[in-house]
């Protein structure tokens, strides 16, 4: 089965930074699109992000441009958001996702915090 | 940029009723791009239907999905108590490269 696990939340002051990772298992890693999606406490999903699968091309959500990059390890079977100035509106369960062009596997999530 | 917008906001209903969820695009979508997820309570999302009417693994068949351009439709036929939860939408679009979800429809026991 496959599996994917976010790790890297947590509390974060505004204008802070935050490193989300997701490691995957139980699947051939480089061979599939990735995502980040979040969830905002009590709201509903919203795309953030994907990275095609050898790294070489990335979008993101208007919400993020500019301050999250998304990237992977293919050699460690792992995709990672890096999260810039971060805002009270980033509150979220952060879920990493598999597959276009739909999520086929999630993640648990990680919660980010934005606060002070 | 494609809008989904889900139909009704919230939807009450009995064990063993049909429900009927829509979704509408502001612009015409690739069937072969529209999905439907369940979230339960606590849970994380999975996936339900695929380009539009293709049930993923595991799935009952109670759930179906149709439509094509701008008005999608999710089926279940006869709900059993583990299905009530939110249901999204979610679209992808390649120009430019972007994943849109619907604002999902609650659906509760009535």
């Known amino acids: 089965e496959v599996q994917l696990v976010e790790s890297g939340g947590g509390l974060v002051q505004p204008g802070g930074s935050l490193r989300l990772s997701c490691a995957a298992s139980r699947f051939t890693f480089s061979s599939y699109w990735m995502h980040w999606v979040r969830q905002a406490p009590g709201k509903g999903l919203v795309w953030v992000s994907h990275?095609?699968?050898?790294?070489?091309?990335?979008n993101y959500a208007d919400s993020v441009k500019g301050r999250f990059t998304i990237s992977r390890d293919n050699a460690k079977n792992t995709l990672y958001l890096q999260m810039n100035s971060l805002r009270g509106e980033d509150t979220a369960v952060y879920y990493c996702?598999?597959?276009?062009?739909?999520?086929?596997?999630w993640g648990q999530g990680t919660l980010v915090t934005v606060s002070s | 940029e494609i809008v989904l917008t889900q139909s009704p906001g919230t939807l009450s209903l009995s064990p063993g009723e049909r429900a009927t969820l829509s979704c509408r695009a502001s612009?015409?979508?690739?069937?072969?791009?529209l999905a439907w997820y369940q979230q339960k309570p606590g849970q994380v999302p999975r996936l339900l239907i695929y380009r539009a009417s293709s049930r993923a693994t595991g799935i009952p068949d109670r759930f179906s999905g149709s439509g094509s351009g701008t008005d999608f439709t999710l089926t279940i036929s006869r709900l059993e108590p583990e299905d009530f939860a939110v249901y999204y939408c979610?679209?992808?679009?390649?120009?430019?490269?972007?994943?849109?979800f619907g604002q999902g429809t609650r659906l509760e026991i009535k």
């Open positions: 996702a598999r597959g276009v062009p739909y999520f086929d596997s």
């Open positions: 612009q015409s979508v690739s069937s072969s791009y």
């Open positions: 990275i095609n699968s050898d790294g070489s091309s990335t």
């Open positions: 979610q679209q992808y679009g390649s120009s430019p490269p972007r994943n849109t």
